[in-house]
């Protein structure tokens, strides 16, 4: 039997490293608790259409990368075949159709693929006009359902009893007035029972969007206050796994957002979101990392700069890769991501994003720089960060990182201010940030690398007679400042080179011969390179390795 692996781009942790996400994760909390953030857990999975919706049909993530299924229970229109149904639909004919208090009535699915009520219905309802209270179904969905509804009645001869349709008393029949409006009542309700139970659900492939679906839902906007919430949590987006790129992965992130009448518009909070990222990592002992920031203004400032980027590339984008021809037409912002080479002159030479934003916008981002460079928060302003999510207005951000190669992005965020409208809540502006936390520990692991550098010398002395000589010169270097280890005599050379393989970035070797001469032999590993070396000049020539 072939054994069973963790499944691509999901990897499992196992200690000592789960030591290491542990402490980031309590770093993180620990500083989110002096900026007054509170921990907020959303679900794993969410309704696909708010991804759809929020984070931009267009985008990578949406159109390519999320885990969407298709959630089955009775009414799974993707999933179902006409003799599943006929086993599945549980109600008969039979059946009384009047309940206390409230008008039962069964729903039917007829010959001419039309659904309707089996009996007492105003008039027939389509299938289309159906799927009509269910925005987020596609095409597909309706088409297939007036298959599987065709198929079923072809194959069996029979109208096909759904399920219950519970008029409540309030809204019988008889209560409803118009034909009209009882048809809509009518078709809103089947709609609701009938789609109840086939929803399409996607694993978060980010928080964001989650967290402002949660603010709405609870309401929060109606506390007046900003809410400043942090998540650490799982994220699924089905990406060609690399190193420092997995289908699992883990974020850390923050969300400040409010009603304006609290604030969440100033550029004080972008700047105090930015500022706080700075201490974050310094606490974190993350050293060299960049902050690139820039604005991407209001949504029609957006769309302006799309269209002179449109305009401008239509001269050019012939000439560059197949990705910025296709986005020159469907999405222009995004060439600006592009990393192919040959490209990067073109890219380089288009209108800048700062040309085409407002007065507000100019205004908002000079109080964001401000503020930043009054609290001593280095950064560098990047006209090429776009970001890959549509729901960014204003400040966008990149923290970055020399040692993670290709995939340098540390972490990522900015502001949001349509967001909550754009998934059906108040205004609620706002603005966070999301850390790969997977990319954290491999900085820190090739931090922890480094400073487990090796020594600059391994002194091997040949035979146990030179132990005292070896003594003497390691204690002549290390005095010098140089990082010394000291074989033993009695290491024959072979074991003498082993363990200064490992520890050590050249062996010194230190026998009768060296001693009267004065000439050592010395072997740097990384080269493979042996060379003559007079001890008076060993200690220059080790402190300049050092040093290099
Ligand atoms: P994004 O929302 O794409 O800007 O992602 C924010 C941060 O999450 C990035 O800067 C990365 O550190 C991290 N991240 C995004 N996608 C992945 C992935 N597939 N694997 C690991 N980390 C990721």
Redesign the pocket.
Known sequence: MSTLKAVRGTRDLLPPETALWNRIEETARRVFARYNFGEIRTPVFEDTALFARGVGEETDIVSKEMYTWEDRERFDVSGMSSSWLHQNSGFTHSESNVKLGEHTIDLVITRDATLRTHDQSPSPITVTELVQFKPELKQYDVDRLIELVEEFVTSTGNALVLGKLVVPETRNLQATGHPDTQHRVFVEQIAGNFFQSSQRLTLRP?NTAGVVRAYIEHNLGETGQLQKLFYIGPQF?R?RPQK????Q?S?IGAEVIGPPSAGSESPLRDAEVLEMLATLLDELEITGWTLNINSVGSAADRARYNEVLRAALADVAGKMCGDCQRRAVTNPLRVLDCKVEADQAYIEALPRMADSLDEESKAHFAAVTAALDEAGVEYTRNHRLV???DYYTRTTF?FTHGGLGA?N????GGRYDGLSEAIGGPKAPGIGF???E??LVLTLEAQEEAKAEKVDAYIAPLGEGMNAAALALSRELRRAGLRVELGDGSFRLKKSFEAADKTARRIVILGEDELKSGILTVKEFASGEQSKVARTELKMILAMAAKA
């Open positions: 980010e987006r990406e420092g790129r997995y289908r992965f974020q970001r890959g999510l990149e995939q992005a540390l972490l990522g999301a850390m790969g997977d990319r």
